[in-house]
């Protein structure tokens, strides 16, 4: 699995003005958000080259992760508007890693869209951060579909009857073929409410219903917050 990311984007505004919406920090709020800091730790940003209307990269370290990864985003006058491409690399391969790499994957497509919202009509439309509810486990993208890797005991997953290895399928009866899917349900519904997943356990379909989590439930077994990468002392497949 690539750990790398890279995304294009065409939208319909001046390259002077796609720009400064990456170096202006009230401009950069209004499409990345704001993230709930008392859940999230703490990383180091670095600021490397910027080149006027053309280039903008920088580096972070995320805690309890070794290394740094870089992000670079070019920008170039096109026809309609501005090529804009942004290219994440840098990330390590251990599995904590590629779990980082992952989620955060999911959260630059969202936050793409949402730029690309803000220059050509103005609106924000802060769709990353709206977080609710969780399924108190991390998951991949496998060839089968989204599979479980890791679940925090005594959340939803967990008490649901999911265990690392399993596919799930369905969730509140919607089909889940990726982490984005699980995001609009998470996003949809409260902490406590009840929905029933359906998920694939060697040659049989499975079944189990419990309450969803907090969105930050086993915020303290984790590195980051839920969904992103765990700590070892989770329910993992090595453990079981």
């Given amino acids: 699995m690539s750990t790398a990311y890279e995304r294009t984007a065409i939208v319909e ?6 720009w400064r919406v990456f ?8 499409w990345m958000g704001t993230r709930p800091s008392d859940v999230f730790e703490t990383e180091e940003v ?19 992760l070794a290394g740094w990864y870089e992000t670079t985003v070019r920008f170039e006058e096109v026809a309609s508007g501005t090529r804009i491409t942004v290219v994440r690399s840098g990330f390590g391969d251990s599995e904590d890693w590629i779990h980082y790499a992952e989620s955060t994957s999911h959260g630059w497509d969202e936050m793409i869209a949402d730029l690309v919202l803000y220059l050509e009509t103005g609106v924000r439309g802060t769709r990353h951060f709206p977080f609710r509810s969780g399924i108190a486990a991390t998951t991949l993208p496998s060839a089968a579909g989204l599979k ?5 005991p005594g959340g939803f ?22 982490s984005m ?3 609009v349900i998470t996003r949809e519904h409260a ?41 070892p002392k989770l329910i993992s497949a090595s453990s079981m």
């Fill in 23 to 30: 170096v202006d920090d009230k401009e950069s709020e209004a």
């Fill in 148 to 152: 479980i890797t890791h679940v925090v």
């Fill in 46 to 64: 670095k600021i490397g080259a910027i080149e006027r209307n053309s280039l903008v990269s920088w580096s972070q370290s995320q805690a309890g």
């Fill in 191 to 231: 902490p406590g409410t009840e929905v029933e997943a359906e998920y694939v356990r060697g040659g049989e379909a499975l079944r189990g219903r419990a309450a969803l989590s907090e969105w930050y439930f086993g915020t303290g077994e984790y590195v980051g917050h839920p969904g992103n990468y765990p700590k």
């Fill in 13 to 18: 505004a001046p390259v002077r003005r796609a």
């Fill in 157 to 178: 997953a967990c008490n649901a009857g999911m265990q690392p290895g399993d596919v799930l399928i369905r969730l509140n009866r919607a089909s889940v073929v990726d």
């Fill in 181 to 183: 899917a699980v995001g």
